[in-house]
């Protein structure tokens, strides 16, 4: 996992920290979008993930994990 899947991650249970925040206070309406975004942000770590798997079998010669600098 590299440093953007973390970041990613992160940013998904941010917004929903945020959003459950909102709905105690607020209600279900005003926080919905809180919600959305880290369904969003959920959905594209989902797709960078399987993108990632998908390159690897391409490649059987590459191990996971090692990068040149």
Known sequence: MGRTDIIILSLCVGFL???IYEIMNYGLGPSYLW?????GFLLYYNY???RQEEEQEKTPGKKPGKRKK
Do not use: A, K, L, Q
Request: proline letters at 0%; hydrophobic letters at 55%; zero cysteines.
């Open 17 to 19: 920290v945020i959003g």
């Open 35 to 39: 919600f959305m975004i880290s369904v």
């Open 48 to 50: 960078r993930r399987r």
